[in-house]
Nanobody, 124 residues
């Protein structure tokens, strides 16, 4: 299995940009499809973005498409989420997750390893 640690969350203003990082250990990141999920207070965890093992294929939730960009650097065992033009509704705990699925997935069941999350708060 792989262990994941998110970082670089914080408090930002609406319209700002923020880049989250997810550092993997225990197994090379290149073995996994990677995803980002988020959970706002009082709400269920929801899919945000996913990226294939090579980084060539990406998938985004409609709520973030055009604003967020997922990327990875397998040589550094790191996946990123660039959050551009953030909105107050983006406020949540953000989790990275790893999947052994063959293809990019939005189903949390396909993700076998999860980080502990990093808080992102967007003020207006």
């Amino acid at each position: 299995q792989v262990q994941l640690v998110e970082s670089e969350g914080g408090l930002v203003q609406a319209g700002d940009s923020l880049k989250l990082s997810c550092q993997a250990s225990g197994r090379t990141l290149s073995s996994y499809v990677m995803g980002w999920f988020r959970q706002a207070a009082g709400k269920e965890r929801e899919f945000v973005a996913a990226i294939s093992r090579t980084g060539l294929n990406k998938y985004y939730a409609d709520s973030v498409k055009g604003r967020f960009t997922i990327s990875r650097e397998n040589a550094k065992n790191t996946v990123y989420l660039l959050m551009n033009s953030v909105k107050p509704e983006d406020t949540a705990v953000y989790y990275c997750a790893a999947s052994l699925s063959y293809s990019v997935s939005v189903n949390p069941t396909d993700f076998v390893s999860w980080g502990q999350g990093t808080q992102v708060t967007v003020s207006s």
